[in-house]
């Protein structure tokens, strides 16, 4: 029996750099053109089978477009962009894999304590032959159980981080943040009839199951965002599989127009996890000249205000297409940001990002005042940490900064260990406020975070601390160490 290594040993190479192969050629496009109208070609022929088996019971049966919408257009990403290879540190990635869970609401059970999900891919990856990733043994474990869990989480993490990776070359002198697509969709709609203002309100709700799965914010203080919305998905198949997937993505990624038809650029990925053989994220991306938060002729800067308390609108649902001459025609399903909403929106990817980071450091009733209701704000009233009403007292020094947040205790391998999860101190007092009175200064919290981001991201050792450390550029921490606890008898 393999002896399993010792948490110590499993903490030391969290800080290792893993070299994650990435494919993103013009052959690839070609592929996943060719898995879009092979998917197509089934649906079609589904339909129309089910249509005449309609017609032979004598039923008239709705007819539905057959044809998937799809973002067009997809490119190979740019070798300066991404080459055939991207290292970072383990510990990384497990960053950013739980900075992305934060705000999914998907674990009822410890609310705010969801992202400690993360954790259990502590060691699910290892250097495999050529130094590239592999799964290890522990990670092909967790597959047996948990496969489709595993790769959808481990896709989007790879996938955020990645993404982060490519925008911050295209835009060097640039903050970018990753919000989860629905939490922020969801203060301008109801993405579900369950989610309507009021029952008889049919029409509501989006009712249109593609959309992003990530929104990727590119921001300066005091400057309008560029918006490149993100699908990911992962599987442990194969590269078929991934081009499938990709396929599907640019549904995804179609659901969501910004400003004017057509004109919104997209990132995809799928991360393709196999049981035997290297990891390997395919990519590419959708080109396009919107997405920037331009305010209408007659606006000006003051009417974005990110300290203000967030608003929950009811916009339409749909996505308008231009006329032809005089021919008009129905809206398309999705979700369409108009340049008259963009102030607005603005401020809820601001407030959204700014919840994600304290709901990560465990500030329940400070997440709270940064969502509106349908964002879930009572949830993260509900769901409060145990250690939240007094986490400003939790604080530790790492890597030489100061950082509030809260803690956690888990096993591995039989050893107890605690993770410290936590944003900058003062960072975290501009968004935490004091009293019911005191509002957020979600501005001044931006403004500070962008001026120290070439300091970050950072990671190593911290002899004090006792354990890997790492430092995102948002001023997030993510801190592992060996710890004893003792055991009291009853």
């Known amino acids: 029996m393999e002896d399993r290594p010792s948490a110590a040993e499993v903490l030391k190479q969290l800080l290792q750099p ?17 898995a879009a109208h092979s998917n197509d070609s089934k649906k079609q022929r589904e339909h129309e089978r089910k249509a005449e088996e309609a017609k032979n019971e004598g039923k008239v049966r709705k007819e539905t477009p057959p044809v998937l ?41 410890r609310g705010l304590a969801e992202h400690w999900g993360s954790l259990k891919y502590v060691q699910a990856l290892q250097a495999g032959k050529g130094s590239l990733l592999w799964l290890s043994s522990e990670g092909r474990h967790i597959a047996r159980h948990y496969k489709m869990l595993q790769s959808e ?15 911050r070359h295209r835009f060097p002198s640039y903050s970018v943040s990753i919000v989860h697509s629905d939490t922020t969709l969801r203060a301008g709609w109801a993405l579900t009839a369950a989610e309507r203002d009021t029952k008889d309100d049919k029409s509501a709700s989006i009712g249109y199951r593609y959309r992003p799965h990530f929104l990727a914010e590119v921001w300066k203080p005091s400057q309008p965002s560029v918006i490149i919305p993100i699908a990911c ?16 993505c640019a549904a995804h990624v179609d659901g969501l127009h910004i400003g004017t038809w057509n004109q919104t650029p997209g990132l995809l990925f799928s991360t393709e996890l196999p049981l035997d053989g290297p990891v390997i994220v395919h990519a590419l991306h959708a080109p396009g000249k919107g997405s920037r938060l331009d305010l209408p002729t007659g606006a000006v800067a ?3 205000d990110l300290d203000q308390a967030p608003r929950q609108e009811n916009h339409f649902p749909g996505i308008e297409r231009p006329t032809q001459g005089d021919q008009t025609f129905d809206p398309l399903p999705g979700c369409q940001v108009r340049a008259e909403h963009f102030a607005w929106f603005q401020e809820t990817l601001a407030h959204t990002d700014a919840a994600g980071l304290m709901a990560f450091a465990g500030s329940g009733r400070a997440t709270a ?15 409060e940490h145990p250690s939240a009403g007094s986490v400003q007292d939790i604080a530790h020094t790492l890597l030489g900064d100061e950082f509030a947040g809260t803690d956690h205790i888990f096993r591995l391998n039989g050893t107890h260990v605690e993770a410290f999860s936590g944003v900058q101190k003062d960072l975290f007092e501009y968004l935490a406020g004091r009293g019911e009175t005191q509002k957020p200064q979600v501005s001044q919290w931006r403004t500070q975070t962008h001026n120290r981001g070439s300091s970050w991201p950072r990671t190593g050792w911290d002899r004090d601390w006792g354990g890997p450390v790492s430092i995102q550029q948002d001023g997030t921490v993510l801190a592992i160490r060996p710890v004893s606890v003792k055991k009291t008898s009853h």
């Open 18 to 34: 893993i070299t994650v192969a990435t494919d993103s050629k013009s052959a690839l496009v070609g592929s996943v053109d060719m």
């Open 153 to 167: 989480e481990l896709g989007q993490a790879f996938a955020l981080v990645l993404a982060q990776h490519i925008l």
């Open 302 to 304: 003051a009417d974005v």
């Open 369 to 383: 005042r940064l969502l509106t209701k349908r964002q879930g704000s009572e949830f993260f009233k509900t769901f």
């Open 69 to 109: 919408r799809r973002k067009q257009g997809l490119q190979a990403l740019p070798d300066a962009e991404l080459q055939s290879s991207v290292r970072l540190p383990y510990i990384g990635l497990l960053h950013r894999l739980a900075r992305g869970m934060v705000l999914t609401r998907r674990g009822a059970a």
């Open 233 to 248: 998905k992962g599987n442990h198949s194969g590269a078929g599989v991934s081009h499938d997937q990709l396929a599907s």
